[in-house]
């Protein structure tokens, strides 16, 4: 589905990458791996235990020289100051009804030649009892790859250790997925947990 974005094709991707590159310094971060080949591809992003990850994320795919996007509440792309979250990647998703947004999401993946949709797994910074699957079932729906994004307190590093074709069995592939994550430190470790389906 298209050609992998060219890191730092444009002159405002190539300015912003500078500005991503000396925030991540500043923070004492650093990101590792080769940016996927892939024009559009789900990211899983974990651990997510705070804003903070968000941040760090998006700072990530600036110093790599790609536009990262990420699914947020409607309400937030609203108002005077909705046009920066829609800046920033936001693709509004409205909660207020009972909307599928696996659906909504492969249709944004059909819409254009080149998404790079970020998703944490476990759906929310707070401690869960298991991950959520709307990740894996975007990818399958869209025909997809996952590549994996790992946050990592402990060293600080943002890397990407490998991508995978989903099978389309969650119960297979979950366990290959969360075994990318087992060693990475997170900002809050006691609300990172990798259990169930």
Known sequence: KGRAPRPGASLPMQLWRLIARAFLAIGGWRVE????????????????????????????????????RYMGKKSLTEGPFGWMVKLSGCIPIDRSQSNDVVAAMKANFAAVDDLILVVPPEGTRHAVSKW???????????????????MDYGRKTVSLPATLWPSGDYARDLPIIQGIYADATAKFPEKFVMTGQ
């Open 132 to 150: 959520k699957s709307g990740f894996y079932h975007i990818a399958v729906g869209a025909g997809v790859p996952i590549t994996f994004a790992v």
């Open 33 to 68: 791996g080769d940016w996927p080949a892939d024009a559009q591809v789900v990211i899983t992003a974990a651990p997510h235990t705070s804003n903070w990850d968000g941040i760090w994320m998006l700072a990530a795919g600036g110093a790599w020289g790609v536009r990262l």
